[in-house]
């Protein structure tokens, strides 16, 4: 399938000061379209305004939070979470999310990537990882690790959904306002929200037009090594509300962000669910 594919700026960001000459390196690399991602600071912003001035790349997606919230300044896309017990905190990751939407219909960006956080349960994910890597898939301590991370989600999952879908609901008519589709990124780790199985039943919530899904194929690869879900039919069961791709490969038994070839995700039997109008 011949498609135009995008870069993200996670791949050179922090080797630059200048976010013109960051933006400059990926259009002489032959792309067209860019997602900024999740690790530009404000520094690179002059830049990225001038390139779009330009027309040096089309941006088709930003990564929340675009760029980095003041105060930090390595990517750090979970410094404030939706699913965080304090208010305050979630005040800041909805005006942030709000800043984000702003700059995406500044540079005429039309989707951007949102992380909507985490249950605040005990973190098994490396203990199961650890098992799999050493050859423990399935013995009695795997599975009971699993099923008790399993268990701890779901004990907090209406606490945690209550708390994100209140934050999504603040900024959903802004994203609608501006044109701008917002999706929903599957996470690597169980401790994260929602699991995989929950999906459906969020989006449901929303329209379609604003709030759709958002498949990173090496996260659902961790995922599916761990046997938590199905990676497949995961995606072609979503497909129909899938508004982007992070594409990368998966090398057992952890490590994603692999060049493409160098793991094991046949990328030939998810092409054909794509949605025509998807720039991976």
């Not at 399938?1 to 390196?25: Q, Y």
């Not at 675009?66 to 300044?73: A, E, I, K, S």
């Not at 039309?110 to 973190?123: A, F, M, Y």
């Not at 050493?134 to 009971?144: I, K, L, T």
Request: include cysteine.
């Amino acid at each position: 399938m011949k498609r135009p594919l995008a870069i993200s700026t996670c791949w050179n960001s922090s080797r630059h000061n200048d976010g013109l000459e960051m933006v400059e390196e990926l259009a002489q690399l032959g792309f067209e379209y860019v997602e900024l991602g999740h690790g530009i600071r404000f520094s690179l912003w002059p830049g990225i305004l001038k390139a779009h001035e330009k027309g040096v790349v089309r941006f088709c997606s930003l990564h929340n939070f675009c760029p980095l919230p003041m105060g930090f300044t390595r990517p750090n896309p979970n410094c404030y979470e939706f699913s965080d017990y304090r208010s305050n905190v979630r005040k800041r990751a909805v005006r942030c999310t709000k800043e984000t939407i702003q700059h995406a219909a500044e540079l005429g960006a039309d989707r951007i990537v949102l992380h909507l956080g985490s249950t605040g349960q005990p973190p098994r994910s490396e203990q199961l990882e650890t098992d799999l890597a050493h050859g423990r898939f399935g013995s009695r301590s795997f599975v009971q690790t699993k099923l008790r991370a399993i268990q701890e989600h779901e004990a907090r999952y209406e606490r945690t959904w209550n708390r994100v879908k209140a934050c999504l609901d603040e900024f959903i008519p802004l994203a609608r306002k501006h044109k701008i589709r917002l999706g929903c990124e599957c996470r690597e780790e169980i401790e994260e929200f929602p699991i995989e199985g929950a999906f459906p039943k969020i989006l449901d919530q929303f329209p379609s037009d604003v709030v759709g899904y958002w498949h990173d194929f090496g996260h659902a690869a961790r995922k599916a090594a761990l046997g938590f879900v199905n990676h497949e039919q995961h995606f072609q069961k979503l497909a129909n509300r899938l508004i982007g791709c992070h594409v990368h490969d998966f090398k057992y038994p952890n490590r994603d962000h692999r060049a493409l070839g160098r793991g094991i995700i046949n990328f030939e039997n998810f092409w054909p669910y794509l949605p025509k109008d998807l720039i991976p």
